[in-house]
């Protein structure tokens, strides 16, 4: 049984309806709706395979001479592997969350790009890119900024019409 919002079903919107008028539209929105669950499964599969190569990434770092000290270089290589285990599990979110609603989550997905970014900007090694590249990538984190605190008013302006 799905859970409907307060919001009446005349006012819903669904990005895949398993409901239409074309028995064919319906039949390929339930196959993608399948896709999307077999992609939900293999990214969590992602996910386990993110954590061992954090452990493997970290123990193979401990175990090189200087025994059990990190390098700077060792350091951020290891926030490499955690991040993108972090995104990977923003990406399931996504999905998970898509699987309920029917509905793209754009606030998440401005949130995963965010992530992702950030965890660019962590590793990225200045002694080998350019200053356009640096630019490019500050023009990037900028409009994802600014368009996830877009989102969030819009998302708190709907919050208090619904409570009127």
Do not use: C
């Amino acid at each position: 049984m799905k859970m409907v919002n307060s919001r009446d079903d005349a006012q819903r919107h669904e990005e895949l309806p398993t409901e239409h008028e074309d028995a064919l539209i319906a039949f390929l929105h339930k196959v993608i709706k399948i896709a999307v669950k077999i992609l939900a499964v293999l990214m969590v599969l992602v996910i386990f395979w993110g954590v061992g190569d954090v452990v493997y990434v970290l123990y193979n770092n401990l175990k090189a001479p200087p025994f059990m000290l990190l390098s700077i270089s060792d350091i951020f290589k290891t926030f490499a592997a955690f991040l993108a285990v972090l995104i990977a599990i923003e990406i399931y979110q996504n999905i998970v969350l898509y699987l309920r609603t029917d509905v793209i989550p754009i606030k998440l997905v401005v949130a995963t790009a965010l992530m992702a970014i950030a965890r660019k900007v962590i590793i990225i090694d200045f002694a080998t890119v350019t200053p356009m590249y640096i630019f490019s990538t500050a023009a990037v984190v900028l409009a994802l900024g600014i368009t996830y605190y877009l989102v969030g008013q819009h998302h708190k302006e709907r919050l208090i019409e619904e409570r009127k």
